[in-house]
């Protein structure tokens, strides 16, 4: 799950994407400049391949490793 959120000072979020509509990995789904950030929720299993402070760029960057799906 992600979350687009506005900066204070310069609102500038590009979302292409619709609620609840799936994307692809490595699918860009909207930009964000000036300031704005992005939170990621993942599940508890995942494992981390970043760390604070780390550049990551969208499409590219691999943030975090997914556990399987169950029944596949």
Not at 40 to 69: C, F, H, M, N
């Given at each position: 799950?992600?979350?687009?959120?506005?900066?204070?000072?310069a609102?500038?979020?590009?979302?292409?994407?619709?609620?609840g509509?799936?994307?692809?990995?490595?699918?860009?789904?909207?930009?964000?400049?000036?300031?704005?950030?992005?939170?990621?929720?993942?599940?508890?299993?995942?494992?981390?391949?970043?760390?604070?402070?780390?550049?990551?760029?969208?499409?590219?960057?691999?943030?975090?490793?997914?556990?399987?799906?169950?029944?596949?």
């Amino acid at each position: 799950l992600c979350i687009q959120i506005a900066g204070l000072i310069a609102r500038r979020i590009v979302c292409w994407a619709v609620p609840g509509e799936s994307v692809e990995k490595g699918e860009r789904f909207g930009l964000i400049r000036f300031g704005s950030r992005m939170d990621v929720y993942l599940p508890q299993t995942s494992v981390i391949r970043v760390k604070v402070g780390d550049k990551v760029k969208g499409g590219s960057s691999i943030i975090a490793e997914l556990p399987p799906a169950e029944g596949l």
